[in-house]
């Protein structure tokens, strides 16, 4: 159930990584409000899955296969969207994860760790690990939003909406590449906001706190579904106690996408965090 409706009659929104469990809600919240929604994801299926569950509700959608870190995929979905949707109003760039390539499995190290746990540290990253997780992030944000947010600024009017992280604001232990692609989007945002204004294009972002997803089920959930030591820590450090849900960024999501509710609104990135960014730990 949508916190509110708007009226998003008409409207050609972009999802990438829609295929994911909280861009998924979002396409289907967007297609609620009465949008055209392409369901971007890089696995065929995983489109179809979202975009046939719009359908089956009564709503609009097209499931695309994408890989954000190709130019000529992105503009291959591009191509069919328009020609099957038409111009692309809002974009959301929310594809995007982790690797264990360019995780390491140590939170701290000492002398002695280096001296016999190298591989396991800071150190034994790889660039290509490295590479791949800014760039799945980062840059796959930026080609997407290169090929998508033209129209949109000869125009004269649109929606970008990046998917952040708390990991932007407060680096997390052991996921250093994710946590330096994610402060990138904040930086990003802010920049790309600035450079478009005149054009009439918005460029905000979404910072969610910590949700429950396929993608960290294992991080977090141990057995019997209890939390894990990281998860805890995380609940811990989070003042509302607990995870967030899915549909709980659906009220950001459609105040941005609003041109109504945040006409004047860009360069922001808004926090969806039960408070995890505001607290200092004591």
């Given amino acids: 159930m949508l916190p ?7 409207k050609v929104i972009a999802v990438t990584g829609g295929g994911g469990v909280l861009c998924g809600e979002m396409a289907k919240a967007l297609a609620e409000c009465g949008a055209k929604v392409a369901v971007l994801s890089r696995k065929q299926e995983n489109a179809d899955t979202v975009a046939d569950a719009i359908l089956a509700s009564g709503g609009q959608a097209l499931a695309v296969s994408c890989n954000v870190l190709e130019l000529d995929s992105i503009t291959a979905a591009y ?10 109003d809002i974009l959301i760039n929310g594809a995007g994860g982790n690797s264990p390539d360019g995780t390491a499995d140590l939170e701290t190290v000492d002398s002695e760790d280096i001296k016999s746990q190298l591989d396991k540290s800071f150190f034994g990253l790889t660039a290509e690990g490295i590479s791949f997780v800014f760039d799945l992030n980062f840059t796959g944000t930026v ?10 600024s000869e125009k004269g009017q649109g929606s970008i909406i990046n998917i952040s ?7 997390l232990t052991k996921v250093m590449s994710y946590s330096a692609s994610k402060a990138a989007i904040n930086n990003f945002t802010e920049w790309l906001a600035v450079h478009l204004a005149p054009t009439g294009v918005r460029v905000n972002a ?9 993608q960290n089920e294992q991080l977090l959930m141990g057995d019997n579904n ?7 820590k ?4 989070t003042p509302m106690g607990r995870l967030g849900k899915a549909d709980e960024l659906i009220g950001a999501l459609l105040y941005l996408a609003s041109e ?7 360069g922001t990135v808004m926090a969806v965090d039960g408070g995890f960014n505001a607290y200092s730990g004591v």
Avoid: N, W
């Fill in 206 to 214: 979404i910072a969610p706190g910590f949700f429950l997803t396929k």
């Fill in 4 to 10: 509110f409706k708007i009226d998003l009659s008409d």
């Fill in 165 to 171: 992280s708390m990991a932007a604001y407060h680096p």
């Fill in 226 to 232: 209890t939390p894990t030591e990281r998860c805890q």
């Fill in 79 to 88: 191509e069919k969207i328009s020609s099957q949707l038409g111009d692309c």
């Fill in 260 to 266: 109504d509710a945040s006409g004047f609104v860009t």
């Fill in 234 to 237: 995380i609940i811990d450090h």
């Fill in 143 to 152: 080609l997407t939003t290169q090929v998508f947010a033209k129209a949109m």
